[in-house]
């Protein structure tokens, strides 16, 4: 009987980002900034790497980002647009997910080292940097058990459903019981830089310029 815990780390991303339209697929380094993430999600300790979009026909450009040889065995799944925590449950079901990690399309510069140190520790259902943010925007760390996810997604109110795991915050009890807080590992970034994040034509621009001045590389980066 194979008892071995299937991992897996979600890259969430749609096209139709209303700040910055079409964020995913603008030129980032020599690539575009969803491959970007990918190249960067591939140096990530897990079994499956999956795209999570939607089912909607802006987002078919999705797959043929999938089909450079670079992103070979990466997953692609399609769902909800508005309910972004329906759509990770059914990811998770449809792929028999035991144990995954959010990545955001968006954050090109996630600290893949710091998750891959965590991706496997079972001794906590939810590990996390978030909870109380003392780091920059877009180096997020949240790893979580499907079973825990699962039981704590059910009913989830309209005004949170469009986040993956926001609805979970609110939840005092097994915040404290069941959760790592990874404070520790948010004092070294630099003070300089409190975004690191394209979410606006600001972001893209200083991010841009500072990826062809200071050779930015994916698997170079060690946030």
Not at 158 to 181: A, D, G, I, M, W
Request: glycine residues 2%; neutral net charge; proline residues 3%.
């Amino acid at each position: 009987m194979n008892n071995k815990i299937k991992t897996a780390a979600l890259v969430y991303s749609r096209s139709d980002s209303t700040r910055l339209p079409r964020k995913a697929f603008l030129p980032f380094g020599n690539t575009n900034l969803i491959s970007y993430v990918l190249e960067r999600a591939i140096h990530l300790n897990v079994d499956e790497i999956i795209l999570a979009t939607t089912d909607r026909a802006c987002d078919d450009e999705y797959l043929s980002i999938l089909k450079n040889e670079k992103f070979i065995g990466i997953k692609i799944f399609r769902g909800s647009c508005d309910n972004v925590v329906k759509r990770t449950l059914e990811a998770l079901n449809e792929n028999k997910i035991d144990r995954f990690c959010r990545i955001n399309g968006d954050c090109p510069f996630f600290p893949y080292n710091h998750i891959n140190n965590y991706i496997h520790n079972m001794d906590y259902e939810f590990i996390n940097n978030i909870r109380e943010r003392t780091f920059p925007y877009g180096i997020s760390i949240e790893i979580l058990n499907t079973k825990f996810y699962k039981h704590n997604s059910n009913n989830v109110d309209k005004n949170f459903q469009e986040h993956v795991t926001q609805h979970l915050y609110n939840r005092e009890k097994f915040v404290l019981e069941k959760c790592l807080l990874l404070d520790e590992i948010n004092k070294g970034y630099s003070e300089n830089i409190d975004r690191y994040v394209i979410d606006t034509s600001q972001d893209y621009n200083f991010w841009t310029d500072k990826i062809i001045t200071d050779s930015l590389k994916p698997d170079k980066i060690f946030l």
